[in-house]
Each structure stands twice: as C-alpha cells, then as structure tokens.
C-alpha cells in the first residue's frame, strides 16, 4: 500500500477475486476492470413487505426488463444516453411505476410530468415539467437538451414543443385507465410511495449521463414542480465525478442540491461516492426522504435510501446483475451483526498495524505476508496494475530497495465496509516519513478471508498531490 506518485482515486476489487456480492453490500466492482456500470431505481417511499404479491411481482418484473435494455445496450458499445433514456423509458411505459403512464394524479385528477437527463461528457442537459400529453418524457427532456438552447421547458409550452417535434403524445385515457383509482384515496401504488424512476451510466467510452423521471406526488397542487426536472437537485452528471438520480420528497432534494451534492463532495473533499452519498442520506436529509442511485466516473455503484424501501438495481460489465424491492440498512454499511462486525475489524486492524511495523523494521517478506499468495493477486498504484504476489514483492523491492528508502510508515484513518460475510473493504490514509521526500496519500484494500486467515486480494495506493 505504498506507491510513488499518481492523482488521488478510489477503486474496488475486481469481480475475479469473489463471488458476487450480496445484498448487503451494494457497492461498486474494480475501476481497473469495469468497462460499463449501470443503475436503476423505480422510486423509494412505502414499505414492500406491505405491498401485495402482486404488486411486488410486477416491480420487480418491470425492474429487470429496464436493467436488462440498459445492460445490452453498453455491451454493445451504446452511449451512456442511449441507455439512460432506453432505460427510463421502458419504466416509464410499466404502469407499475410512479412515471409515465402510470404517473399518479394532482389533485384536480389529471397528470402532470417531470423529466430531466444530463450528459457527463459535456454538462449538456434538458427538462420538461409539468406536460399533460406527452408519452415519454425523457425523451421530450433529451430533445430540450440537442434541440434547443435551454434547459428547462414547462406547462404548454412543453407539451407545445413536444408536438412540434412530433414526439408520440396521448390523451388523458392513456394514464387514467393503467391503474384503478378510488376517488376516496389512493391506490396501492399510491400510497406511502414517492415513486419517480431514474437511471445512472457509464458508458464503455467512460462517459457518464442521469436521468429521472416522474409523475410527481399524489394529489398534489395543479402546477406543482419537485426536483426531478430539476438539473443539481434530482438529476446530475459529470465525467469527472459521478452521474446521480433522486427519489423521494422533491422540495428535500432541491433544498439540498443533493445530485450537485454528491458529486461536489467527491471533487472538492476527495470523498468516495459511497461516502459522499452516506453522507447525503443520514446527515442531511431527514429519515423517511428518499433515495439515491451513483455511478462514479470509474465505475463504482451506489444504492441507498431511508426511507423502508426503494425499487432498485444494478448492473456492471463483471457480470454483475441484481435487482431490489429494499436494501438491508438502506445499503449503507452493515450494523446489524455488530458483535461479528467488530471482531473482524479488530483483526484486520492488527494485520495492518503489523505490516506497518514490519516495513517500519525494513522487512518486506513480512509485510507482504498479510498479500494473498496467489496469481490472482492485483495491486494498482501509479496507473499500472501489478497482478500476483511475487511481481508485487518485485515492485516493491525495486522501488524501495534499502530501509533508508522505506523511511517509516503510518496507516491511519481505516474506514470498514463489510462487502460480504467474507470480505471487507478497507479505506485509510498512509504517511511514509524519511528525510528525503516525504509522501502520503489514501489506499484502498480489499480483504477476503481465506483458510489462513483475512488476505489482502486486491490493493490500491494513491498519492496525495502535493500543494
């Protein structure tokens, strides 16, 4: 985990290493391996162990077709556009969801729809709110974004512009009759639901682009605008950063800028998304607001929510392909086993502190002993990938051959995230003290447990730039 000089990033372990994750830990692939990443949600809000089966049944069948168009289209080397917009437009065709023709109804019992998509490569995007007729509005909104000037078009003279660019639009009948509605209340969808879809990506070209879509709130006030048409507040992308889509209590997302947000933590604070985004849902929004989908500019996939659940998914050129009706602890780290938790964390600490007092002492073999022994082994620093233990040790041993070169080490800082029952994620900061050039900077370690114990499988060092 001592490197020479390269810009600061945060990486996860390739898939190749583990078995896929679970539930639990809904978190991002290796940025050195994943060619394509992408994330859905299809709104967060009511509890699903209240929905009928039927209902769980069709979100969650309406989840995997929309994962699966956007899946194909990046395999085949599509834009990150093309599959936002595929994507949201598929959700927003499935009366299941609170977008499109199964929006929900203002107040005065008509629908009014949001939607917004923004393009990472160039900051280029596009809005529409508050249109009546329109079919698919994400589509209207990346219209707005190649066709015009602006970026936000409302009311008439969105549906207006629609028509003009001969996009398909509907009457009334086309929302009205996707779901049965009582006139005393709400329906199921309805109901303790802030629906909303959206979607995140990064294209094989390393681009990123977001998008969201929705019908609004039940029963809201005619004209009435949250925060996903709104470019910084529901939708964000940059390729620098991160591409973000929101669901929950439009005005709590506008308040906030919570896309702008997150993707602010990571360029100004050197924040990791899932960090960045965390510290989103517990610190700054109340529980019971909403949820967020990321995808960063290398590759990492974020899901998490505080509200009982959220319809989501995500998928990764490693094979990865999962979908959720709610995430356990809203996908943020794992407490639940505590006692469990703390033990390992406890040993991993101890294999760290040692390797800092073996290279401390000089010697290399025992700090590389904590490494996997295997070919399988990949340790990244400085732009490269070194892949198995004896060409690590190699490395190691060609950049700091004496013990003056080593000079003394600290690790501090060390963030845990548990992946699976047998894996952690270990973030933490390093300062290496000599005479000559002193160096710091973070790292990134992928812990799995094997028969011997806890090894370190993957490795990622960056350096701090230096002011």
């Given amino acids: 985990m001592i490197r020479p000089v390269l810009p600061f990033m ?32 299809g709104g967060a809000g009511g509890d699903p162990t209240t929905w009928s089966d039927e209902l769980r049944a069709l979100r969650k069948g309406g989840l995997e077709k929309a994962l699966q168009i956007g899946r194909d289209l990046l395999t085949a080397g599509n834009t990150s556009l093309d599959a936002v917009e595929a994507v949201i437009r598929s959700l927003e065709d499935d009366a299941a969801f609170n977008a499109g023709r199964g929006a929900v109804v203002t107040e005065k019992g ?14 280029g995007c596009g809005a529409i709110a508050g249109v009546t007729t329109v079919k698919n509005p994400i589509s209207t909104a990346r219209l707005v974004m190649t066709n015009t000037k602006h970026v936000l078009l409302v009311g008439q003279g969105a549906d207006a512009f629609a028509s003009a660019e001969k996009v398909p639009l509907v009457g009334p009948e086309y929302f009205l009759s996707s779901r049965h509605r009582s006139p005393h209340g709400p329906d199921e969808l309805e109901r303790d639901h802030f629906g909303t879809v959206g979607c995140v990506a990064l294209d094989t070209a390393g681009n990123l682009a977001a998008g969201t879509s929705t019908g609004g709130t039940p029963q809201k006030l005619a004209g009435r605008v949250g925060d996903s048409p709104i470019i910084g507040a529901g939708t964000f992308a940059d390729n620098g950063s991160c591409a973000v889509s929101g669901t929950g209590l439009g005005e709590e997302f506008i308040r906030n800028a919570v896309a702008y947000d997150i993707a602010a933590q990571m360029i100004y604070a050197n924040k990791s998304p899932q960090s960045a985004v965390s ?21 990492q996939i974020v899901l998490q929510h505080n509200t009982p659940g959220m319809s989501c998914g995500a998928a990764d050129s490693s094979g990865r392909f999962e979908t959720f009706l709610f995430l356990e602890n809203g996908g943020r780290t794992q407490v639940a086993d ?64 004496d013990k003056k070169t080593m000079g003394q080490v600290a690790f501090t800082d060390l963030e845990f995230l548990r992946l699976d029952q047998a894996a952690f994620q270990v973030l933490g900061v390093w300062n290496l003290h000599r005479d000559i050039d002193p160096i710091g900077g973070r790292f990134t370690l992928v812990f799995r447990k094997q028969s011997d114990g806890w090894k370190i499988v993957h490795d990622h060092t960056s350096m701090l730039e230096k002011e």
């Avoid at 517990?282 to 909403?290: A, D, E």
């Avoid at 340790?379 to 060409?391: E, K, L, P, V």
């Fill in 10 to 41: 945060v990486f996860w372990m390739i898939s190749t290493l583990s078995p896929p994750l679970n539930a639990q830990a809904i978190q991002a692939e290796s940025s050195s391996q994943v060619q394509w990443a992408i994330a859905i949600h």
């Fill in 110 to 123: 008509n629908v009014e729809l949001d939607a917004s998509i923004m393009d990472g490569k160039t900051r």
């Fill in 279 to 299: 510290e989103i849902m517990t610190q700054r929004l109340k529980p019971g607001v909403g949820g967020v989908i990321c995808v960063s500019h290398d590759g």
């Fill in 338 to 401: 505590a006692d469990s938790l703390g033990k390992d964390e406890a040993e991993i600490s101890e294999l760290i502190n040692g390797q800092a007092d073996a290279w401390n002492d000089g010697d290399l073999d025992r700090f590389m002993s904590v490494y996997w022994k295997s070919e399988s082994l990949t340790f990244a620093s400085g732009g490269n990938i070194t892949r198995g233990w004896d060409a690590t040790i190699d490395r190691y041993r060609k950049r700091y051959p």
